[in-house]
Nanobody, 115 residues
Framework: QVQVVESGGGLVQDGGSLRLSCAASGRDLSIVAMGWHRQAPGKQRESVAVIIGGGMTSYADSVEGRFAISRSNAKNTVYLQMNNLKPEGTTVYYC?????????WGQGALVAVSS
């Protein structure tokens, strides 16, 4: 069983920055990829950023140039640096961890951007 725990959410002003962290733990992790999804009020959950084992990254068009995903392989931790945040209501950011067996989700971290 793999556990995924996010941290770092909070309240920030329009245009501000925030950094999310996500730690994966469990037996035989063998992580293939880690990433972030988000769900804003009244919207479907969407992929924000992903980083695969070799370090290759991919971003949603809406965050390209503003967000940066990085990973510590030694700590099985992924980070999401979010800059120039925009007010979109209280958005829940979910971390995902993928290994050869399954895709695991965290409980989510709340990010609120005030205008």
């Amino acid at each position: 069983q793999v556990q995924v725990v996010e941290s770092g959410g909070g309240l920030v002003q329009d245009g501000g920055s925030l950094r999310l962290s996500c730690a994966a733990s469990g037996r035989d992790l063998s992580i293939v990829a880690m990433g972030w999804h988000r769900q804003a009020p009244g919207k479907q959950r969407e992929s924000v950023a992903v980083i695969i084992g070799g370090g290759m990254t991919s971003y949603a068009d809406s965050v390209e140039g503003r967000f940066a995903i990085s990973r510590s392989n030694a700590k099985n931790t992924v980070y999401l640096q979010m800059n120039n945040l925009k007010p979109e209501g209280t958005t829940v950011y979910y971390c995902t961890t993928t290994n050869s067996s399954d895709n695991y989700w965290g409980q989510g971290a709340l990010v609120a951007v005030s205008s």
